[in-house]
């Protein structure tokens, strides 16, 4: 089981971009699904979660310009980015808590990361 994000990118400020986080594998049920990132010289940092029902959680600093989402059906989350600012440049990377599947359970189960560059 994993998680292969992909959707990063070099864009304008003012800009959008879609993430996209798939778990492949043989998968039963993911739990809280989100997307945390990591700017250079900083600590990583949570952007968004979304729980299986769909209840979401926000950064501050995003709140009102990121949407995340996602398609159980398809085991994926997304992370719609608008009005995106310099200060959003960053890898970022998603998680889950849990995932069940293939006769296991992992948790706090990342994604590879990423780049999402904003240029002034």
């Known amino acids: 089981v994993q998680l292969q994000a992909s959707g990063g990118g070099l864009v304008q400020a003012g800009g959008s971009l879609r993430l996209s986080c798939a778990a492949s594998g043989r998968i039963y049920r993911i739990n809280v699904m989100g997307w945390y990132r990591q700017a250079p010289g900083k600590q990583r940092e949570l952007v968004a979660t979304?729980?299986?029902?769909?209840?979401?959680n926000y950064a501050d600093s995003v709140k009102g310009r990121f949407t995340i989402s996602r398609d159980n059906a398809k085991n994926t989350v997304y992370l719609q980015m608008n009005s995106l600012k310099p200060e959003d440049t960053a890898a970022y990377y998603c998680?889950?808590?849990?995932?069940?599947?293939?006769?296991?359970?992992?948790?706090?189960?990342w994604g590879q990361g990423t780049q999402v560059t904003v240029s002034s």
């Open positions: 998680y889950t808590d849990r995932v069940s599947g293939e006769g296991r359970t992992i948790l706090n189960l």
């Open positions: 979304i729980s299986g029902g769909g209840s979401t």
